[in-house]
């Protein structure tokens, strides 16, 4: 007995000296921690009173409550709203739009190949109306599935030479679910400064490094890749975990410019980045097949990890799809939000796009068309004075933009509203690019977006173009004459 006593004592007295050699701040520290616990062990808990306000209280402070507006309040003169109330079509937006009470050639919608006039298509879409009815009623993991989905998914991917393709049901979530399904915190992605607002809110969803370079500028690029290249070597440790993606577009929409996809593809390899290739206005436009801007610039499709386009421009359709490689799209099927909780695109507008593939499938010269007609109508708007147009010459999509613009966006955001209604009063639609300026990473200058599509004819191309110049002219001397007071006499 006195032997186990012995070493327990002695155990004791160790540890009364550690308590004495530890430092003060640690024992008061510790003292508080103690005295905390044993007050939450014998508090009692909260348990407020059954009734604290009478009911003529709570009716007082009901009456003098005020709920905040769930949105700001939006001045009824707002150019947008102004511009719905004004631009309602009446009928098919085809090559022309009844709008106004008028009939206008129209050079404002997405309809590059002409098909919302095709007999053929609008012959699918009655025919699947009848047998699958208007809508799907459910997103593609809950019953939403139906075969034209996997018909389309099996046609667009032997479309474009890749192993699978994903049908998303509306066009701007197809990029911005894309992205954050692959990029996460941590990664870093690379990004044109002049990408569309749909990459945009993909790169934010992602929560990701984004690096934004130049637009086109491949110097930039480089520069940017460098400095991660350099960080990646000083910490290989998290170099190891960190993805690294480019995300470009095939057409700018903001601008009509094209990327220099073959460089991408360079700096692909030599800086070990996934490529993500946005080709919604370059899919049915670019190539000798309309296969896009890897057709365009004879580059291997395998060497792309991953494209995206809209079936609401070229084809004419409803909703989005992404190509790629089998084990890249599949996974999609479970991480892509935009897949997986909205309702699946309706069968009639599926399809009405599988058609309009069978269509550019058998006339494939309709590309080259299109083409000749982007630079039959660049050519004509790069002629009107005061004014110059951005993109490339086969871009389907022209920018027209203020040569000499002011200081004030509004003042010139004005000027080219009233060239747009000057237009459609003599019968030639076109349309304002609109943005959510204060939402945008780099907002563009202002613009009357021009769409050119395979129908217009030389004639056609021809009026338009003569049309904007002569408003042009009369819109632009009026306002230089009158030191910019135009505004207030057109508007009155």
């Known amino acids: 007995m006195i032997m186990a006593i012995i070493p327990a004592t002695y155990n004791m007295y160790e540890m009364f000296q550690a308590v004495l050699q530890a430092p003060a701040y640690h024992l008061i520290f510790e003292a508080l921690l103690i005295v905390w616990i044993i007050k939450l062990i014998f508090s009692k808990s909260y348990s407020p009173a059954k009734e604290i306000l009478t009911e003529k209280e709570k009716d007082e402070l009901i009456a003098e409550w005020t709920p905040e507006p769930l ?26 739009v009844n709008i106004r009470s008028h009939e206008c050639l129209n050079m404002a919608t997405f309809n590059f190949l002409g098909l919302v006039n095709d007999k053929s298509v609008e012959d699918a879409v009655v025919v699947a109306l009848k047998k699958y009815g208007v809508g799907s009623c459910g997103p593609r993991g809950f019953y939403g599935t139906m075969d034209v989905h996997l018909e389309l998914e099996e046609r667009l991917a032997k479309y474009m030479g890749c192993e699978e393709a994903i049908v998303y049901s509306y066009g701007f979530a197809t990029i911005a679910s894309a992205i954050p399904a692959y990029s996460k915190r941590g990664d870093v992605i690379f990004c044109d400064e002049g990408v569309c607002f749909a990459i945009q809110k993909g790169l934010v969803a992602s929560r990701s490094k984004i690096c934004y370079f130049k637009h086109n500028d491949m110097q930039d690029l480089e520069r940017l890749l460098k400095i991660q290249q350099d960080d990646d070597r000083k910490n290989p440790r998290k170099a190891k975990v960190t993805r690294r993606f480019l995300v470009v577009e095939g057409i700018y929409a903001k601008s009509g410019s094209i990327c220099p996809l073959p460089k991408l593809i360079e700096f692909k390899y030599k800086y070990k980045v996934r490529i993500f290739l946005e080709e919604s206005f370059s899919f049915g436009v670019l190539g000798a097949t309309g296969k896009g801007i890897s057709e365009h610039f004879n580059v291997p499709v395998s060497d792309i990890d991953l494209i995206a386009a809209s079936l609401e421009t070229a084809i004419s359709s409803m909703g989005g799809f992404c ?90 955001n004005h000027t080219l509203q009233l060239i747009v209604d000057k237009a459609i009063d003599r019968g030639v639609a076109f349309t304002m690019a609109r943005y959510l300026e204060k939402e945008e990473h780099k907002l563009p200058p202002p613009s009357i977006r021009v769409s050119v599509n395979s129908k217009l004819s030389d004639e056609e191309i021809q009026k338009a173009v003569s049309v904007l110049t002569s408003v042009c002219k009369a819109v632009l001397n009026t306002s230089y004459s009158n030191g910019g007071d135009w505004y207030v006499k057109e508007s009155h």
Request: aromatic share 4%.
């Open 71 to 96: 949105v700001p309040d939006t001045p009824p003169d707002h150019p947008v709203l102004l511009a719905m109330e004004r631009n309602i079509i009446h009928g098919r937006a085809g090559k022309y």
């Open 323 to 412: 190509c790629g490689k089998k084990y890249v799209v599949d996974h999609q099927r479970l991480s892509g939000q935009g897949y997986c909780f909205s309702a699946s695109a309706p069968p009639m507008t599926v399809s009405a796009a599988i058609q309009a593939l069978n269509v550019m499938e058998e006339k494939p010269e309709m590309f080259e068309r299109l083409r000749e007609n982007c630079r039959k109508v660049h050519k004509g708007l790069s002629q009107i004075p005061g004014m110059k147009v951005d993109g490339v010459s086969v871009s389907p999509i022209k920018h027209l933009r203020l040569l000499d613009p002011s200081p004030e966006r509004d003042l010139d």
